[in-house]
């Protein structure tokens, strides 16, 4: 009869071997040191997205305040080469924060910056209105 790893024969109970544990160890050792580098650098990566994804809303916003200009809407956010301002580009986004950040920049070229234990860029299309 067979139960899980135990075999019974003739009343004689045999299992796995110390070496055999050891092994298994060994192995999973490997494996997990092998594993561990690919996710210690996820902060940096996981940093850049969100700086990326901010960017992109802001550029997003910008693009939809140029099409309400163009339509003479009075939503309608003036944009000039010197508002790459945290207050003017937080206009665009309806509320949200940009504190985090620093601007910096003309427009249409405003760049984001994200500094915490590294720097993190990004670049932003803010078209003039």
Known sequence: MKTFGKQIQNGRQSGFT??????VIVIIGILAAV????????TTDASQAAVDGIAGA????AATNRALCAANNAA??????????ATKLESLLDGSS?????ISGTAPSCVLTLTTDTTITATVNVPLT
């Open 18 to 23: 110390l070496i055999e544990l050891i092994m």
């Open 35 to 42: 594993a561990v580098p690919k996710f210690t650098d996820l």
């Open 58 to 61: 802001v550029a997003s916003a």
């Open 76 to 85: 309608c956010v003036t944009i000039t080469s010197s508002d790459c301002t």
């Open 98 to 102: 940009l504190a985090l950040y620093t």
